[in-house]
Nanobody, 123 residues
Framework: QVQLVESGGGLVQAGGSLRLSCAAS????????MGWFRQAPGKEREFVAA????????HYGDSVAGRFTISRDNAKNTVYLQMNSLKPEDTAVYYC????????????????WGQGTQVTVSS
């Protein structure tokens, strides 16, 4: 089992920045690929970013590429999502997720999920 706890969400003005954190506990964090997803009210959950267990490869959704950066610190069992140039359409609950194999954009292929953290971007 892997337990995931997100933090760092909040209210920010458009153009601002936030950094989300996802702290993991349980089985060996460094062996898991990690992903960030988000879900806005009335919309389906969508892929935001993912990173390999080593941190050597990252993937981004089209709507956040160039603005968001995913990273990880295996010594701290934590994955981060640096969000810059935020837009009102980035408003959503952000979730981190873990899977034992390579990262993927497919929600159903992740084994463990956090409870989510709210990000609200005002215009």
């Amino acid at each position: 089992q892997v337990q995931l706890v997100e933090s760092g969400g909040g209210l920010v003005q458009a153009g601002g920045s936030l950094r989300l954190s996802c702290a993991a506990s349980g089985r060996t964090f460094s062996s898991y690929a990690m992903g960030w997803f988000r879900q806005a009210p009335g919309k389906e959950r969508e892929f935001v970013a993912a990173i390999t267990w080593s941190g050597g490869t990252t993937h981004y959704g089209d709507s956040v590429a160039g603005r968001f950066t995913i990273s990880r610190d295996n010594a701290k069992n934590t994955v981060y999502l640096q969000m810059n140039s935020l837009k009102p359409e980035d408003t959503a609950v952000y979730y981190c997720a873990a899977r034992a194999l390579s990262p993927t954009r497919v929600i159903a292929q992740y084994d463990y999920w956090g409870q989510g953290t709210q990000v609200t971007v005002s215009s």
